[in-house]
């Protein structure tokens, strides 16, 4: 049977398109680059709040997530942002293991949404060709017309 070349992938690819099939470890360092981003971002946001002393000590945790997102109108939009990273990753994880993509809508489901990438993770990759490409870190072959 000849070798049949699959599409090139990319960081867009990897990030921001639910098709084809990634591996365990192409996962996990994309979560790690995700987790960087935002510790990078929520550090120097926190870093710029200042409280009172007396005023800390009757903070919630509500009050200092409002005035991060207040101090940084760019945390939100990254935070929905890079969620929407997990959820194409998680997909191509599934699909990586014949699952179908379907199953990452669990991510809106609460203590799920923590459980899923987690246990994703960990996923033995399906051998060989599935439906959703012909290996792991690969698009899906088109068909030829």
Known sequence: ?????????????????????????????????????????VSVTAG?????????????LAQVYNDMLATNPLLFPLILLTNFMVFMLVIKRLQDRGITGFVALTLFLPFLNLLVPIV??????????????????????????
């Open 1 to 41: 049977m000849p070798e049949q070349n699959s599409p090139k992938t990319n960081l867009f690819w990897l990030f921001f398109n639910p098709f084809g099939r990634i591996s365990k470890g192409v996962y996990w360092l994309a979560i790690a680059l995700i987790f960087c981003v935002m510790y990078i971002a």
């Open 48 to 60: 710029s709040l200042t409280y009172n002393e007396s005023d800390a000590a009757d903070l919630t």
């Open 120 to 145: 994703v993770g960990f996923l033995k990759s399906e051998q060989g060709s599935n439906r959703y490409g012909p290996t792991s870190n690969s698009r899906p072959i088109k068909p030829k017309k």
